[in-house]
Structures are given as structure tokens and as C-alpha cells.
């Protein structure tokens, strides 16, 4: 089957740093997309990795391994609106999209 | 730019009643079209998607059906709603220049089933 591997909550302070990670077991990969959700919201789109890497979005990055079925998004210098949820999904071999749980993300001040 | 229009924001329905969402999307041409639903504290569950107009697949066996008259619109029906139906609906769209686009999202419709 195909699973996406997301934690359920993560909680983090103002002004820190945070990584926010992502598994994936797909039918191939076509590609892997980060998107923010505020509660009570609809989801918008944040970041898009088909090769290996980081890209790098203002204080948003987002990094993929191929080899390893891993990503991750990294969120510096934390906002009290960054609090939201964080939505993993990939593109698999059918150009289907296979969406993660999502991760809750809880900042402090 | 490109817009996506989803209406009603929010939804009280009897149980057995009809239900008619409706979105449209400006500013593209031959986008794709999809509704998801979302239960609470949950992830984004295809229900339908749409690469043209009258092409309609369905993801996930229910009493739900969607319909594209136009090809800047997707409507998501039910003859008679069930309890199981209530959740967060949403429409996205994607460019259909390419099957890897990101999918972008209405403000979706809050739909309590009573």
C-alpha cells in the first residue's frame, strides 16, 4: 500500500527553529509538496521538491531524499502564526497524489 | 492571477436531504478539478477529480456524485445526505499543462449534517 508518515503534533518556541519531517512508501515518485492548513482553513500550497535537495523559501525550506523516501520542512525564526497544521503529499507513479495526516504545530511564546 | 470560488462557506442539512456545492475557478483554462473532504483533525480524503468537462473520477464509493457542466466548473451533489456526510468539503484546482502542478484550494464549506 502506500503510506505517508507525518508526526501528529509538534510544539516549538517563538523565534526558534523547527523540522518538521516526512516518510513516504509510494509506487513511485513524482514529486513531493509541503502545504500550511490554519485551523478552520483551507490548505495553501508552500513548497514543491522533485530532486534531491534543499529549496529554500524565506524563513521556509524544504529538503528531499530520494534514496531514503524522506523530507523535511524546516520553519526558522518561528512566528505565532506559524502555528498551523503541515500537510506532506506525493506524487506517485500515476500522478496520483498522496496525501500525509498532517503535522500540528503548536508554537509558544 | 488565478482565483477559486467555493460556496456556501458553511452548511446545516437535514439527514436525507439534497446537497449542492458549487466552485468555479477564474483566470485558467482546462484546469484540473478536484473535491476532497476533511473530518475533523484528520487528513484530506479525493472524493472526485475532473481533467475536462463531463470527466468525472471517483475515488471513493459513496452517495456523493460530481458533475463539470463548464470547464471552470465542478459541482459536488448528493441526493439524500447521510450523517457520515458531515465535514469539511473542499474544491482545489491544478493547471493541466502538467500532471505534477500543485493543487490550490478553495476557502471550503463547512457542511453539519443533522
Known amino acids: 500500500g502506500q503510506n505517508i508518515d507525518q508526526p501528529t503534533e509538534m510544539t516549538a518556541t517563538e523565534g526558534a527553529i523547527v523540522q518538521i519531517n516526512c516518510t513516504y512508501q509510494t509506487s513511485g515518485f513524482n514529486g513531493l509538496f509541503w502545504y500550511q492548513q490554519h485551523a478552520g482553513e483551507a490548505p495553501t500550497f508552500l513548497s514543491y521538491?522533485?530532486l534531491d535537495g534543499l529549496e529554500e523559501k524565506g524563513r521556509f525550506s524544504s529538503f528531499l531524499s530520494r534514496s531514503k523516501g524522506y523530507s523535511y520542512l524546516l520553519l526558522k525564526e518561528l512566528q505565532m502564526k506559524d502555528s498551523a497544521s503541515y500537510l506532506c503529499a506525493v506524487i506517485d507513479s500515476n500522478y496520483q497524489l498522496i496525501w500525509g495526516a498532517g503535522t500540528k504545530l503548536i508554537i509558544k511564546p | 492571477s488565478q482565483t477559486i470560488h467555493q460556496w456556501p462557506a458553511t452548511l446545516v442539512q437535514p439527514v436525507g436531504s439534497p446537497l449542492s456545492l458549487e466552485c468555479t475557478v477564474e483566470g485558467t483554462s482546462n484546469p484540473n478539478l478536484y473535491w476532497y473532504r476533511q473530518a475533523a483533525g484528520r487528513g484530506l480524503q479525493l472524493l472526485f477529480y475532473?481533467?475536462?468537462?463531463?470527466?468525472i473520477s471517483s475515488e471513493v464509493p459513496q452517495n456523493l456524485s460530481a458533475s463539470r457542466p463548464q470547464d471552470r466548473q465542478f459541482i459536488l451533489s448528493s441526493k439524500k445526505l447521510l450523517l457520515s456526510d458531515s465535514g469539511f468539503y473542499l474544491c482545489?484546482?491544478?493547471?493541466?499543462?502538467?500532471?505534477?502542478?500543485?493543487?490550490?484550494f478553495g476557502d471550503g464549506t463547512r457542511l453539519s449534517i443533522l
Open positions: 475532473s481533467v475536462g468537462i463531463g470527466q
Open positions: 482545489a484546482w491544478a493547471s493541466g499543462t502538467g500532471l505534477n502542478q500543485p493543487q490550490h
Open positions: 521538491n522533485v
